[in-house]
């Protein structure tokens, strides 16, 4: 383990090399980040929706068990998610080694292509493939996306600083972690932690949403009305609740 002085000062030089990064390299990179989180989400489903009536909330601890294999692959195999650059740009930004600009330009960027990603796996593997379609995958994608989009605006941008509070600390735990095993449980915990209390995650709300519309099941209005609050609440989550505590503590 590095020490949390020596995670900071990680954290704030990946933050510099991602506003760095080509145009091209953040376009590819943010797609693949936004189709492995919506991937993720997509073997949620399909794990548990059969048992979702039976098991309760068990079952939704298991489908949160399978979900952070979005995250583990974006972060140890290459990626680009907004979630986690809210916390690592805005962290550079705190350190003034990125300009307000950067951390904009990055922002709009990562999420354009996020979205991109998101809507891909949306529509191609869960509506032409069919399995976010038919039988229970479609009735287990209709509720959840009926519960994403039920919530209040004010309750969405809390439910998203939770959200990304945590995914900001699987974020922070992978960089202070030198050994694969010590990342995988770094991420695996608080991802898995958020996803089953049931915060919201903007990038992971594009996909389960426009699978619903795909799918007759939400509209275009209400997805617009959901991924706002919950978006603002992940900045919040990630650049001051974990980048914003952490640079104020640990920042000589």
């Given at each position: ?8 000062a ?6 510099k ?10 376009l590819?990179?943010g ?8 991937l ?51 962290t ?30 949306a ?13 229970v ?15 209040t ?83 919040v989550?990630?650049?001051i ?12």
């Amino acid at each position: 383990m590095y020490s949390l002085e020596e995670t900071l000062a990680i954290t704030i030089k990946k933050g510099k090399a991602k506003v760095h990064k080509p145009l091209r390299a953040k376009l590819i990179l943010g797609f693949i980040g936004g189709a492995m989180i919506s991937l993720g989400y997509l073997a949620y489903i399909r794990v548990i929706s059969s048992i979702a009536d039976q098991w309760g909330s068990f079952a939704s601890l298991i489908g949160a068990m399978i979900f952070p294999i979005g995250l583990i692959v974006i972060l140890l195999g290459g990626g680009e998610l907004i979630t986690g650059n809210m916390f690592v740009v805005s962290t550079a930004w705190f350190d003034k080694k990125v300009s307000t600009k950067e951390l904009l330009s990055n922002f709009v960027v990562i999420t354009f292509a996020n979205i991109i990603g998101s809507l891909f796996v949306a529509y191609f593997f869960g509506h032409l493939v069919g399995l976010t379609s038919t039988g229970v995958y479609l009735h287990e994608t209709l509720t959840m996306a009926a519960a994403k989009i039920k919530a209040t605006p004010l309750q969405a941008f809390i439910s998203g600083i939770g959200c990304n509070w945590f995914v900001g600390l699987s974020v922070w735990l992978c960089y202070g972690t030198k050994d694969t095993v010590g990342k995988y449980l770094g991420i695996w915990f608080p991802v898995t932690t958020f996803v089953a209390i049931g915060f919201q995650h903007s990038v992971a709300n594009v996909f389960i949403i426009s699978a619903a519309i795909f799918e007759n099941g939400a509209t275009w209005k209400e997805f617009i009305f959901n991924f706002i609050p919950v978006y603002f609440g992940n900045i919040v989550g990630g650049a001051i609740m974990v980048g914003g505590l952490y640079y104020a503590v640990y920042k000589k």
